[in-house]
């Protein structure tokens, strides 16, 4: 163990009391905190060097024992197999959505994690249950593991750009071997930032997107779903024969969840009946996308309620503008809006609705009357009631949305 004031003589300081141990480099950095890292680094590399000198050997013999796990068929479940049986604990390799890849052993002492991160995102995690004394084998070996992620995802990349070709020829609706077999599902993701447009940024948009195909890709392949998937434009796509829609796509948006911060949106379409309706698919996977209204939210077109679409739309507000406007410029009092909302509302004969309203029905009548002349429509026809219908009951509209591109 590396000692402060051997570290300190080296350096040319005083020596202090007391003398403590200086395990690691975050120890020596809050030791010598007035020191320049470029200069006590090197020095401190150096006696824990000799130090570990004589076990060097060892310890290379055991990392290139585990090493060769790398190098196999199913390196992550090695790896794990490998810390299990050295350690007598449990060793745990999950995916950064949270799948258990691989797991061996028994659950022991303490549990240790370390997350396995490849150019800031993350591509799994490492757990161990075992005694506290093999956290520093269990942080050599985390690196290990991680290089089996990257392998795992490299192998999973190759097959995501083998399937981006046949899905974008079924979305341009050439369905030449395409696979057979039914029903299927289409899931599109946005981010909440639009497409940048400068080089750069577009570029790390599309990069952020095609990691979250990468994730859905690996979920559904590891539940033996033969996912297709593609960055289109803005959008992430995943197309994947569906066992149980529902579930499927509540475990994709969680996988999604858990492996990114980022706010992102989900849109997922009715079960369809074969590849073949992959077009079909997409347009209702993203007006399901369009309807999704909270942050990280998902929104299934099987639940979706179209005429609540409607109701929401821009143009549905300019004609519900409109006939109010009509309306408000012969009755100030707003008599004949409120009258024609009633009337809207009420079912039986007009008696009824004279007596909610406190009128003689005579009096309804003439109010009704004057609605059909300013609004240009007769009540008797169910085309133009059907659109007095849309008109008043469509949502208000904001400043912001009215200003909001479309």
Same mark, same amino acid.
């Given at each position: 163990m590396v000692k402060l004031n051997a570290l300190r003589e080296e350096l040319g300081l005083s020596p202090v009391t007391p003398d403590e141990d200086v395990p690691t480099f975050d120890g020596a950095a809050a030791r010598l905190s007035s020191v320049p890292a470029s200069r006590w680094r090197p020095v401190y590399a150096r006696l824990l060097a000799r130090e570990v000198r004589p076990h060097l050997p060892a310890l290379v013999e055991l990392l290139g024992d585990v090493k060769t796990a790398v190098d196999g068929p199913q390196a992550e479940r090695a790896i794990a197999g490998w810390l299990a049986a050295v350690t007598g604990g449990q060793a745990t390799i999950r995916s950064s959505w949270g799948d258990v890849v691989a797991q061996q052993g028994s659950p022991g002492e303490i549990r240790m994690e370390q997350r396995l991160v490849y150019e800031g995102?993350?591509?799994?995690?490492?757990?161990?249950?075992?005694?506290?004394?093999?956290?520093?084998?269990?942080?050599?070996?985390?690196?290990?593991?991680?290089?089996?992620?990257?392998?795992?995802?490299?192998?999973?990349?190759?097959?995501?750009?083998?399937g981006e070709r046949q899905f974008e020829a079924l979305l341009a609706g050439d369905t030449t071997g395409a696979?057979?077999?039914?029903?299927?599902? =289409?899931? $599109?993701?946005?981010?909440?930032?639009? /497409?940048?447009?400068?080089? !750069?940024?577009?570029? %790390? *948009?599309?990069?952020? #997107?095609?990691?979250?195909?990468?994730?859905?890709?690996?979920?559904?392949?590891?539940?033996?779903?033969?996912?297709?998937?593609?960055?289109?434009?803005?959008?992430?796509?995943?197309?994947?024969?569906?066992?149980?829609?529902?579930?499927?796509?509540?475990?994709?948006?969680?996988?999604?969840?858990?492996?990114?911060?980022?706010?992102?949106?989900?849109?997922?379409?009715?079960?369809?009946?074969?590849?073949?309706?992959?077009r079909a698919a997409l347009r209702q996977a993203l007006q399901a996308l369009d309807e999704v209204r909270t942050p990280?939210?998902?929104?299934?077109?099987?639940?979706?309620?179209?005429?609540?679409?409607?109701?929401?739309?821009?143009?549905?507000?300019?004609?519900?503008?409109?006939?109010?406007?009509? =309306?408000? $410029?012969?009755?100030?009092?707003?008599? /004949?809006?409120?009258?024609? !909302?009633?009337?809207? %509302? *009420?079912?039986?004969? #007009?008696?009824?609705?004279?007596?909610?309203?406190?009128?003689?029905?005579?009096?309804?009548?003439?109010?009704?009357?004057?609605?059909?002349?300013?609004?240009?429509?007769?009540?008797?026809?169910?085309?133009f009631v059907a659109r007095l219908y849309l008109a008043f009951h469509a949502s208000p509209q904001t400043t912001e949305d009215r200003q909001r591109p479309g």
């Open positions: 995102r993350p591509v799994g995690s490492l757990h161990l249950e075992a005694d506290p004394g093999w956290h520093p084998l269990f942080r050599l070996v985390a690196e290990l593991a991680r290089l089996a992620r990257l392998q795992s995802a490299a192998a999973g990349a190759a097959r995501r750009r083998v696979p057979e077999g039914g029903p299927c599902v =289409l899931a $599109a993701l946005r981010l909440e930032r639009p /497409l940048p447009r400068a080089e !750069r940024a577009r570029e %790390a *948009h599309i990069h952020r #997107l095609d990691v979250l195909c990468s994730v859905g890709e690996g979920y559904f392949h590891g539940r033996d779903l033969g996912c297709l998937t593609t960055v289109r434009g803005d959008k992430a796509l995943w197309l994947w024969p569906s066992q149980d829609p529902e579930r499927e796509a509540r475990g994709l948006h969680t996988a999604l969840l858990n492996a990114t911060d980022q706010d992102m949106r989900l849109g997922v379409s009715s079960p369809q009946p074969g590849y073949g309706e992959a990280r939210g998902m929104v299934s077109f099987q639940r979706l309620d179209p005429l609540q679409a409607l109701l929401d739309s821009p143009a549905l507000h300019a004609l519900a503008e409109q006939m109010r406007g009509r =309306l408000r $410029a012969e009755d100030e009092g707003g008599k /004949l809006e409120d009258t024609l !909302r009633q009337y809207l %509302a *009420h079912r039986g004969p #007009l008696s009824g609705l004279a007596r909610n309203l406190n009128l003689h029905v005579n009096t309804l009548r003439y109010r009704l009357r004057r609605i059909e002349e300013v609004l240009e429509g007769e009540l008797s026809e169910p085309a």
